[in-house]
């Protein structure tokens, strides 16, 4: 009997068994109306998401959780909970709409990482991403080697714009394979074409020369790229 009381207590906190049908009751509603808010909220709701729109999301769901299954929170405030912050998302987004400066306040602002064939350090170091991940996003755009790309830009969504050279335009580039990218050169031993680890900047060595980068000081050089991109 004790045995059976205590698995109560652990599954049902002390809460009456008949109160499941009103978590299965209140959960329906909650649904319904998360699906409504966010139809309300419009396309740009369901695309990827914006810092702002995560802000809504989230506070979308702790509205919602809660009324689903704590017996003393009621349905009307969660409802005006979602009532307040679809108005206010509504009004805020015409605002952006209407006025740069709020948009670039709330969204943030595109960055360049790599603009006519140049990889720009600095943009990436502002852009959150490590080299490691950069690469790979454009590894998995089928890219071999920087002197591919013309224009790399991060959106304000998160997602990646990428531009590239006609393959008449393609130039000797970083390759951003991790194998290839092991092979670096501390002392360049190596003549012809080499780029730098850590800018993508390509010089032309004679044998036997090291030399640090000239764009960024770094002095880790690997062999450079010019095969065309296969899409």
């Not at 009103?22 to 396309?43: D, N, P, Q, W």
């Not at 307040?84 to 400066?101: E, F, H, P, Q, S």
């Amino acid at each position: 009997m004790e045995s059976i009381d205590y698995w109560e207590k652990i599954l049902l906190s002390d809460l009456p068994i008949e109160f499941l049908f009103e978590v299965i009751l209140r959960t329906v509603i909650m649904f319904i109306i998360i699906l409504i808010t966010l139809r309300a909220s419009g396309k740009r709701g369901i695309k990827q998401l914006s810092i702002f729109e995560l802000v809504l999301i989230i506070g979308l769901g702790s509205a919602a959780g809660d009324p689903m299954f704590y017996e003393d929170v009621g349905l009307l405030p969660a409802f005006m909970v979602f009532i307040v912050v679809i108005l206010l998302y509504i009004g805020i987004t015409k605002l952006a709409d209407r006025y740069t400066a709020v948009e670039k306040l709330l969204e943030g602002k595109p960055i360049y990482i790599i603009r006519d064939g140049e990889l720009l350090i600095e943009h990436l170091k502002d852009s959150g991403l490590s080299q490691d991940e950069f690469f790979s996003e454009l590894r998995l755009r089928s890219i071999e080697h920087l002197g591919q790309v013309r224009t790399v830009l991060i959106e304000t969504s998160g997602e990646f714009s990428v531009l590239f050279y006609k393959d008449s335009e393609v130039q000797p580039g970083l390759p951003i394979f991790p194998d290839k990218l092991a092979k670096k050169l501390n002392h360049v031993s190596l003549s012809g074409l080499l780029a730098c680890c850590n800018c993508g900047y390509v010089a032309d060595f004679d044998q036997h020369k090291a030399s640090q980068c000239p764009t960024c000081s770094c002095n880790e050089w690997v062999e450079s790229m010019d095969k065309k991109r296969i899409a």
